[in-house]
């Protein structure tokens, strides 16, 4: 998927494609977890069968970063979506290259991604010096804030619906 982000009157052409988790980690590293060891990068659920990693490129730069793999949301819910939600997580775009949309298209191919499995639940840990990305892109949350146990701050659960058809 190539698409052109437009942002200060300036175009940015970059692209939108599976990467591997090994490809995530060093992003995961530098901008999520900088101060836990690098090990930290490696999450349980990288290697499951419906997991996708996704990058957004720059030319050959990898300059953005999401994973997003199947978990139940840890809150209550209709016992119809507990086998159909999954979770966002690893979602990190390069500093210099924010405000330009990749972040919002990096959630979209993991939207797409989901339809195609059938729909469901999308949430994630959001933190909340993101909530406003994430609202942007209909997120809403749910229960209490709450401190981030590996030390990132605060967080949100955040979750919306991903229809079965696009
Ligand atoms: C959060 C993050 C991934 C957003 O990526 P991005 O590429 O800058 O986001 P986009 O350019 O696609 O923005 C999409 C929308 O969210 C909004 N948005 C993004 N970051 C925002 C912020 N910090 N404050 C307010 N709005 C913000 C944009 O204005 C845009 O809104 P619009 O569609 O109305 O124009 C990026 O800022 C980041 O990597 N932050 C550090 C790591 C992090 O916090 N990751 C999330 C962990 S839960």
Not at 22 to 49: C, G, Q, S, V
Not at 93 to 109: D, T
Request: proline share 4%; with cysteine; aromatic share 10%.
């Amino acid at each position: 998927m190539t698409v052109t982000s437009e942002s200060d009157c300036h175009l940015t052409m970059f692209t939108i494609r599976a990467v591997t988790a090994e490809e995530t980690r060093p992003l995961r590293h530098k901008i999520l977890r900088p101060h836990l060891p690098f090990e930290t990068t490696a999450y349980p659920n990288d290697y499951d069968n419906d997991t996708l990693h996704v990058g957004a490129f720059v030319n050959d730069d990898l300059v953005g970063i999401a994973t997003v793999f199947r978990a139940p949301m840890p809150v209550e819910q209709d016992s119809i979506l507990l086998n159909a939600s999954w979770q966002l997580r690893g979602m990190a775009v390069k500093e210099k290259m924010r405000g330009k949309g990749f972040g919002a298209a990096l959630v979209r191919a993991c939207i797409q991604h989901i339809t195609q499995q059938g729909g469901g639940v999308l949430w994630c840990n959001g933190r909340t010096s993101a909530l406003k990305f994430y609202q942007s892109l209909e997120f809403q949350t749910i229960g209490e804030e709450f401190e981030s146990p590996s030390g990132t701050g605060s967080l949100f659960v955040m979750w919306r619906y991903v229809k079965e058809t696009a």
